[in-house]
């Protein structure tokens, strides 16, 4: 009973002293739903190969963090390769390889995601899939699955 009351007077103590009450942590995670055509999904299915889904995360600099910026203009916060079998369809990207001390570079803590899709390259060093691209904001790729379609390369 102590216990209790003593984080309800921690809990009043923090709201007379206007302190923020703690908020969770930031997620950047967001799921990635990956279409194949027949033809690519037969064709990664004979060979056994995989997908890749790749996100690469970066924002723009706050003033004082201009000189820290890329070439671009951007604050690269790291990037998270996922790889999966050519069966799967929904792809989760944590976004836990974002250092959190780079947020504070970016404006708003706004974070962009360029996400690119690809063949893993098991059975040999050409990559087999012409994929579409999400590139926006995280915030909006975590409203909804963020689709992204394939076909073989060449493929009409």
Wanted: charged share 20%.
């Amino acid at each position: 009973m102590s216990r209790r009351l003593g984080f309800c007077a921690a809990a009043i103590m923090m709201l007379s002293l206007n302190i923020p009450p703690l908020v969770a942590a930031e997620s950047h995670g967001f799921t990635v739903d990956l279409s194949l055509s027949p033809k690519a999904a037969t064709k990664l299915s004979a060979l056994s190969e995989g997908i890749v889904v790749a996100a690469f995360f970066s924002g723009l600099p706050t003033p004082a963090a201009r000189r820290k910026a890329d070439g671009e203009g951007h604050i690269f916060l790291g990037n998270e390769e996922i790889t999966v079998e050519s069966t799967e369809r929904l792809v989760q990207v944590t976004g836990k390889a974002i250092p959190r001390s780079r947020l504070d570079w970016v404006r708003n803590r706004r974070v962009e995601v360029l996400v690119n899709v690809y063949s893993a390259r098991r059975k040999g060093p050409d990559n087999l899939l012409d994929c579409s691209i999400f590139e926006g904001y995280v915030a909006a790729a975590a409203q909804a699955p963020v689709k992204i379609a394939c076909k073989l390369i060449g493929e009409e």
